[in-house]
């Protein structure tokens, strides 16, 4: 992605601090591998209880949208066909406003 492309998601915040454990993070990489095997979550039950610090709905129908990672959280996109078509669509208001 170039640098002026607009992001979809939020990155979480480093270093984080687990609510649970008050265990501190320098990485998303050591929060998923931590999640997997000492929490045993999964990681988008862990996002949406402990993290969840940006609007997770669909930016066409409101509905959830695509969970990228327990370090991006949620896309404003849902995985539905005509969601994915109105963000491409470069001619439509829609299309303009999902870009900017």
Do not use: W
């Amino acid at each position: 992605m170039n640098g002026e492309a607009k992001k979809r998601y939020k990155d979480i915040d480093l270093p984080f601090t687990c609510p649970i454990t008050n265990r501190i993070f320098n990485s998303v990489k050591g929060i998923a591998i931590y999640l997997t095997k000492t929490l045993k979550m999964e990681h988008q039950v862990y996002y949406d209880n402990y993290i969840n610090h940006k609007d997770k709905q669909c930016f066409f129908c409101g509905d959830i949208g695509y969970f990228i990672s327990v370090g991006k959280g949620y896309r404003n996109l849902c995985s539905k066909k005509e969601c994915e078509i109105k963000s491409y669509n470069s001619n439509s208001i829609e299309g303009i406003m999902y870009r900017n």
